[in-house]
Structure formats: structure tokens, C-alpha cells
């Protein structure tokens, strides 16, 4: 059974390593939150499962819990920061190119 | 109840590789949302569940706290997933993103 | 009254983290609780009525298991969209609808369960409108639908 | 199998650190950042540093990436290219990082090799900590036992350092006696203060109790769990953090007022540097706890010192807290306390 947690956290880690791909390449920074967003839920789940990989899950679900209770914490500050900003709508940065005047 | 665990962990797991493929192949941020948003929600509900079941195999009291500490993260993040999409998606809203449309394709 | 409610959610809570049953961590917990209920019980109980609210409560966790079924359907159809060779069914577009709903906690639970549900996700709330971005033409149609009237019924609006 | 985690988190961490470097975003820079966070974390209980690793969660998660965006919030968001002298610069940039970069090797070379048994440090304190944690103090976690007692002398000054941290940002930030006008607007004609939507407000009413109610649970199980003062008061004050992003900086304020939070940051330093002043007058060295319990009656001196620990997480985390709302509420406000992130 450790060999099956084992095989399913390095696919964890692979897939995060994709959702990277994602959160580099953007194209917006409001795609990288979604990015950082997304492994933020991935890393919750990968502690609980090194925990059991490493037999001692009554230590590892604490920082699990505190992710899952914090995550949302850094989204939701850069949510706001794109609620309001200046310099978006002048630059025409979110728009893709064809519709920038 | 192994193989129970065994499963969800699995379908969890199965949930995450189709988040991780609608983030990378979807069009705009809106349909991406739609991806990061249910994807991984349920994604995390089912592998925090199995490894939540793998954890009550061999009986002990302490081990059914843990497992209560589980379901607790997985309570959390039913409650923050949904709200943390719905802000990032409200901000792009709010910064003028025009939703890409099928019309939109030459 | 709020502050008894919160005390005991708090402590349950408390006893659900520790996991230890000395007198000391109990004692522990107990100021702990009620320095919690002190500093922010006005957050988790909007309104003073709370006896009310305990059978909300019950037919909220009632409603938890259909919801499930229906964020499972979601994902899958989702994922299935994201394995499309050319994605031909992916028709994004937004819709604007009224909700009959009043109250704002159960306008909050129809905008995650809207989030949560196939296709759809809740943009914004302006006082009784929706925006909603749908991913297919299908998911589009069927709003508001079957899911605001099961919450206007835990809540007891309807 | 275990060196699969190993390499492609540290593969991830080392392109996180190239795409933040070459990122021209300021905010993409803390977007990614804060990734690099997480797989930091998740590196840290990889290799067993659970402590560390709850550390890297609560600060990343809760707090760091908030402060960056705060600061990325009354900043530039891009980086404007230089006109005159670009490629001196960056020779020069070059020429420090080669320097500097290969005196770090080269000291580096002096060190034991990782996990090395026969290092002086794993051949004298480690085992003496080891073996004498539970007869000492009865405290199960060993880091907290180090931390908050064999070692109490450095983390009290650690907390000062956090201190003068929190009263730097302070004096440096806050404009006292100026105000802003309420009802100002950007260049595009929008209310300054951002709206947010019920949702987030609901659903943050409702965690607020409960990471309040995490922090102090991981405040007083320290001695048996991962955790301590510091992540607890880190926790407590992302929770007055999360608050702030609800709704707006004037809610904060209403429950922790800027006095209030000055008054809290001290008392907690006082706490910790009172407990071993207490340890003199009773006639023991400074911070030696065993000598505390002939003032806290039935407690053995074994005992005596498991609950002085306790004291001085508290105070540790009673400091941490207000320090962060406060850093904060000033670099969210820029200082003036009215309006911001």
C-alpha cells in the first residue's frame, strides 16, 4: 500500500508541475493566481498523503489544515487588487491583441 | 476497505489530471475558472476521503481524530474553493476580460 | 444567546483538533472558546436569533448528498469537455437571470452551489441579479432551476 | 521511490525561482512567489522538518504573499526599462552575483555533508536534547523543548527582532495626523475603496471563528504537536488579515485598534523576557523555568517548566499576532489607516 501513496503523490507532483506550465505562461497574471490557486489545493492533499507515506499523519494533517483554512487568504487579496486597479483598463493589458486600440 | 480507499483515491486522482488538462487547454480565464474551480474541489473531496478511510484501517482511537481532522480540511476547502473562484472570476469581470465566445474562432 | 452558540461550536471544535482528554487541555480549550466567542462571535451569527436557525441547519445538511451527486456530474462533464479532441461542445457565454431568493445566506449558498454545479459559475451578485458564465449552450439553459428552488426551501423562503 | 518527491519538487522550485527572476510583472513575481512557498513547505515535511515546514505554511499562505501584494498595490506594476547604462548594470549585477555566489561555495565546502552522523552537532547537543527532552521538561516535541528553553535566550531575542520589525514598519509607514479625502477617485473615475461581494464576506465571517480557534489550538498543543507561539500568532493574524480583505481596513481597526495593537506587541516581548525575570527574583538564572514552581503551586520542576514554556509561546504569539495585522494594515493603507487593499 505505501508503493500506491508513493506512485499517487509523485503523479500529484507531476501534475503540479504542469499547473506551473500554467501559472508561467499566463497569459494575465489573473491566469498565474489561478495557477498558484489550483497547487495551492494540490499541496494540501500531498502533505496528508508524504504523511501517511511516512506513517506519522497525526503530524503532517496540522499543516494541511492550515493550508486549507489560509489558501484562500493570498487569492483572495490578489482578487482584490484586480478589483480595483488603475493602470489595466489604460494599457488595455487583459485584452488579447486584436482588440486593443 | 482497502480497496475502498483505493478507489477514491484513484477517481480523486482522475478528477485532478482533468483539472490540470482543462487549465492548460481552455481558451480563456473564464472556462480555465470552470477547470480550477469544480475540478479540484471534488478532486481533493474524494483522495481526502480515501486517505481519510485508509487511515481508520488498523482501529485506534487517536487514528479516528485524525481522520476527523481530514474531513475537517476537506469541510474547509468545500468552503473555500467555490469562494475563492468566484472572487478571482468577479475580478476579471471587474477588470473588463471580454468572455471568449465560439463566434470569436475564424 | 449568540455567544453560548458560538462558545459551543468552538469548543466542539476544539475537542475535534486536540483529541486529549486531560483536565489541563480541556481547561485549555474552555478560555480558548471563550476568548473566541468574545473577540468575533458577531461574525459567525449575523442576526441574535439563533434557535431558528437549527433546523435551517439539519435540512442544509439534508440537501449536503444531492449536491455531491450533482458537483460529481459537474466534474466529470468538465473533465470530458477538457478530453475533447477540438473541444467542439465548449460554447462559453454569460447569462444575467433574477433569483426570487431574499435572504442573503441563502443567496450566498445558490452562488457556491451555482459555482460548484455543471458548467456554471456565479460572476457576480448586484441585490436580486446574477451573472453567471456558462461553459455549454445546455448548462446555460437550465438556470436558475431546480437548485434555487430546493434552497429557497431549506431557508424557508417558499 | 521517496527521490521522485525530492527531484521534481526541487526541479519545480528551481524554475519558480527563474520565472519569478524574469517575470516582468511585479505581481506575477508574488503570484509565483508564492507557489514557490508551497513546494518549499511541501520540501520542508518532505525531509521530516515538520516545525519548519508549518512555519513556511502559515507565513506563505496567511501573510507574506498578502504583505507583497499590498506593497505591489501602491507600486508600479511593471518594470520600466532603463534608458542609459543598462548593459553596465547588469555587468555588474553579473560580476557581484559571481562573487558572492562562489564565496558561498566555497564556505560551503567547510560544512558537514547533509545528515552527516559524525558532524560535531550531531555527536553532542542533538543527542543530549534527544535523550534528555522528557526527563528535562516532558515535552514530547523536541523543537519546542530547544526552542522555547534550551534555546529560550535566542528565541526571546528573535521575538525582539520581530518586535523592532513590527515598530520599523510603523515608523516608516504611518502618517499621523493626515487624512485623505473619503470620497476621492482613481483615474478612471471609480471609488478607491474596491467592492467586495457577499459571498466572500459570508463565507469569511464564517472561517474567522474557526482559524482564530486553530491558532490558539496550535499555540497550546506546541509542546505535542508541530506548531508554537510564533505559526499560532502568524495564523491569529491572517485571520485578522482575512477580515481586512472582506471588508475594508475601518472593520479591523473597530476590533483591533492601532493602540491596542502597539500596547499587545509589547506585552507579548514583556511576557516572555517577564518569565525569566520571575526565574531571578526567585534566585535561578535568567529564563531557567525549573526554579517557577514554588510560585505555581502543585507543579514539580519538571513540570513547572513544560508550563513556563507554554507562558512563553503565548507571549510569543500574542506579539506575532498584533505585529502582523499591524505591518499589514500599514502597508495596505500606505500608512494612512483609511482605505487600501
Not at chain 1, 508541475?17 to 498558484?36: E, K, M, N, S, W
Not at chain 2, 478507489?7 to 477547470?35: E, K
Not at chain 2, 475537517?72 to 473555500?80: D, K, P, T, V
Not at chain 4, 509589547?266 to 523555568?289: E, K, P, Q, R, W
Request: hydrophobic share 50%; proline share 4%; aromatic share 12%.
Amino acid at each position: 500500500m505505501p508503493d500506491f501513496f508513493v506512485t499517487m503523490g509523485v503523479g500529484l507532483c507531476i501534475l503540479m508541475f504542469l499547473t506551473l506550465v500554467r501559472a508561467f505562461r499566463g497569459p494575465t497574471a489573473i491566469d498565474r493566481i489561478i495557477g498558484v490557486n489550483v497547487i495551492g489545493t494540490k499541496t494540501t492533499v500531498l502533505l496528508v498523503i508524504i504523511g501517511i507515506v511516512y506513517g506519522r499523519v497525526d503530524m503532517f494533517v496540522d499543516i494541511s489544515l492550515a493550508y486549507a483554512l489560509l489558501n484562500f487568504i493570498a487569492t483572495l487579496a490578489a482578487a482584490r487588487y484586480f478589483q480595483h486597479h488603475k493602470e489595466l483598463r489604460e494599457t488595455g493589458f487583459f485584452l488579447r491583441k486584436r482588440d486593443r486600440r | 476497505m482497502n480497496a475502498l480507499a483505493g478507489t477514491f483515491v484513484v477517481l480523486g486522482f482522475l478528477f485532478f489530471i482533468g483539472t490540470t488538462l482543462g487549465l492548460l487547454r481552455f481558451p480563456d480565464f473564464y472556462s480555465r475558472m470552470h477547470a480550477s474551480g469544480k475540478g479540484d474541489t471534488i478532486g481533493a473531496i474524494f483522495m481526502l476521503l480515501g486517505l481519510a478511510l485508509h487511515n481508520l484501517s488498523p482501529f485506534s482511537w487517536s487514528g479516528v481524530f485524525v481522520s476527523l481532522k481530514i474531513v475537517l480540511i476537506l469541510i474547509f476547502l468545500f468552503l473555500a474553493n467555490p469562494t475563492a473562484t468566484h472572487a478571482i472570476i468577479d475580478a476579471g469581470y471587474e477588470t473588463g476580460v471580454k468572455p471568449w465566445t465560439r463566434e470569436d474562432t475564424p | 444567546m449568540r455567544y453560548v452558540f458560538t462558545f459551543i461550536l468552538m469548543y466542539g471544535f476544539w475537542v475535534l483538533l486536540s483529541g486529549k482528554f486531560d483536565t489541563f487541555h480541556l481547561a485549555l480549550g474552555f478560555l480558548s472558546s471563550l476568548l473566541v466567542s468574545f473577540i468575533s462571535s458577531d461574525l459567525l451569527f449575523a442576526d441574535t436569533r439563533v434557535g431558528g436557525r437549527m433546523r435551517e441547519l439539519i435540512r442544509f445538511i439534508a440537501f449536503i448528498p444531492w449536491i455531491l451527486k450533482e458537483i460529481f456530474l459537474a466534474a466529470t462533464h468538465v473533465a470530458l469537455i477538457a478530453l475533447e479532441p477540438n473541444m467542439a461542445t465548449l460554447e462559453p457565454r454569460l447569462v444575467r437571470f433574477r433569483t426570487r431568493l431574499k435572504r442573503e445566506i441563502s443567496k450566498v449558498v445558490f452562488a457556491n452551489a451555482i459555482t460548484l454545479t455543471p458548467g456554471t459559475i456565479t460572476i457576480r451578485i448586484s441585490g436580486d441579479e446574477f451573472i453567471v458564465h456558462a461553459l455549454t449552450r445546455k448548462t446555460a439553459g437550465s438556470l436558475p432551476g431546480e437548485m434555487e428552488e430546493r434552497i429557497g426551501r431549506i431557508f424557508g423562503e417558499f | 521511490m521517496i527521490w521522485c518527491f525530492d527531484f521534481i519538487i526541487l526541479l519545480m522550485l528551481v524554475t519558480c525561482a527563474f520565472a519569478a527572476i524574469w517575470s516582468k510583472g511585479l505581481l506575477s513575481a508574488g503570484m509565483i512567489l508564492s507557489a514557490y512557498s508551497f513546494l518549499m513547505a511541501l520540501l520542508w515535511t518532505e525531509m521530516g522538518a515538520v516545525d519548519v515546514a508549518f512555519t513556511e505554511a502559515a507565513v506563505g499562505a496567511g501573510v507574506s504573499t498578502v504583505f507583497m501584494i499590498a506593497v505591489v498595490y501602491h507600486t508600479r506594476r511593471f518594470i520600466q526599462p532603463r534608458r542609459y547604462g543598462r548593459m553596465f548594470f547588469k555587468l555588474m549585477g553579473l560580476l557581484a552575483t559571481l562573487i558572492l555566489g562562489g564565496l558561498s561555495l566555497y564556505a560551503a565546502s567547510d560544512f558537514p555533508s547533509w545528515a552527516d552522523p559524525s558532524e560535531p552537532a550531531s555527536l553532542h547537543v542533538a543527542p543530549y536534547y534527544i535523550e534528555n527532552t522528557i526527563r528535562d521538561t516532558a515535552v514530547p516535541n523536541v523543537v519546542t523543548s530547544v526552542l522555547a528553553d534550551y534555546r529560550g535566550f535566542d528565541t526571546m531575542f528573535e521575538t525582539t527582532v520581530i518586535l523592532t520589525a513590527g515598530l520599523v514598519a510603523h515608523a516608516v509607514l504611518r502618517r499621523l495626523g493626515r487624512r485623505r479625502d473619503p470620497n476621492r477617485k482613481t483615474n478612471d473615475g471609480r471609488p478607491v475603496e474596491a467592492h467586495t461581494s457577499i459571498v466572500v464576506q459570508r463565507i469569511a465571517r464564517i472561517m474567522v471563528p474557526f482559524i482564530q480557534l486553530y491558532a490558539l489550538y496550535v499555540v497550546a498543543h506546541g509542546h505535542h504537536s508541530p506548531g508554537g507561539g510564533f505559526q499560532g500568532g502568524v495564523i491569529l493574524g491572517a485571520s485578522f488579515i482575512l477580515v481586512g480583505l472582506a471588508y475594508n481596513i475601518q472593520t479591523v481597526l473597530a476590533r483591533f485598534s492601532e493602540p491596542l495593537g502597539v500596547l499587545l506587541a509589547n506585552t507579548g516581548v514583556l511576557l516572555y523576557a517577564g518569565i525569566g525575570v520571575a526565574c531571578m527574583v526567585l534566585g535561578a538564572n535568567f529564563l531557567d523555568y525549573g526554579i517557577l514552581s514554588r510560585v505555581l503551586p502543585g507543579t514539580s520542576p519538571v513540570m513547572a517548566r513544560s508550563h513556563a514554556m507554554l507562558g512563553v509561546e503565548i507571549g510569543v504569539a500574542i506579539a506575532v499576532s498584533a505585529i502582523m495585522v499591524s505591518i499589514y494594515i500599514n502597508t495596505a493603507s500606505k500608512g494612512y489607516h483609511d482605505q487600501g487593499l
